[in-house]
């Protein structure tokens, strides 16, 4: 069974204060992992794809990163608009094009 | 916004009432989702359709219901409501049903079953 396991469940920022998220994976032939942002009461809004270990993808102050079992998605000198919950989804290569979804991090940034 | 369109946004119903959501897809995509978000379990994902045919299928009901119309519009059924199942119900969509794609989210029904 395909399993997203993601940490902290809860981060707290300074606004400026870089940090990581990661998301643990176990997935039968990995054909993409995902990274959504969601703001409370609202849908999953897409931020990138990661195909293979080794790839890396950026969007402004993010930057998403792949290796054979974990993801990490790196915020630099975020600001207080980056607080959301970041959630990991990975999509297997026998599923069809269901997403199994991590359980998210509650990232807040104090100014 | 993601040009997925659900209807309605928000739903209170009365256990052991049924329920329809509509959700109409980003122009061009063939293939809708179905998840549930509730506090405890997260995003669960339910059900799939490709230009109109069943595709995947996860942990749906046997109370719940989806389908999806020549229009490419999709509606999901919710019969004999219990008060767990209350919850935020997103439609996803993307174009194309067997390689890795992203799939774009709709604002969600949010259902109270009261």
């Known amino acids: 069974e395909d399993q997203v396991t993601q940490s902290p469940e809860a981060l707290r920022l300074q606004e400026g204060e870089s940090s990581s998220l990661n998301c643990s994976y176990t997935?039968?032939?990995?054909?993409?992992l995902f990274w959504y942002r969601q703001d409370p009461g609202k849908g999953p809004e897409f931020l990138f794809t990661?195909?293979?270990a080794g790839e890396e993808k950026e969007k402004e102050r993010l930057k998403a990163t792949l290796t054979k079992k974990e993801s990490f998605l790196h915020i630099t000198a975020p600001k207080p608009e980056d607080s959301a919950t970041y959630l990991c989804?990975?999509?297997?290569?026998?599923?069809?094009?269901?997403?199994?979804f991590g359980g998210g991090t509650r990232l807040m940034v104090k100014p | 916004d993601s040009g997925v369109t659900q209807t309605p946004k928000h739903l209170i119903t009365a256990t052991g009432q049924r329920v329809t959501l509509r959700c109409s897809p980003r122009?061009?995509?063939?293939?809708v989702y179905w998840y549930q978000q509730s506090l405890d379990q997260g995003l669960q994902f339910l059900i799939q359709?490709?230009?109109?045919?069943?595709?995947a299928k996860g942990n749906i009901l046997e109370r719940f219901s989806a389908q999806q119309f020549p229009d490419l519009h999709s509606e999901l059924n919710l019969s004999s409501l219990e008060l767990g199942d209350s919850a935020l119900y997103f439609c996803?969509?993307?174009?194309?049903?067997?390689?890795?794609?992203?799939?774009?989210f709709g604002q969600g029904t949010r259902l109270t079953v009261v």
């Open positions: 996803a969509s993307s174009v194309r049903a067997g390689e890795a794609t992203e799939a774009f």
């Open positions: 997935v039968s032939g990995l054909r993409g």
């Open positions: 990661l195909y293979s």
């Open positions: 989804a990975v999509q297997a290569n026998n599923a069809g094009n269901m997403l199994t």
């Open positions: 122009s061009g995509d063939l293939s």
């Open positions: 359709y490709y230009n109109g045919e069943e595709r």
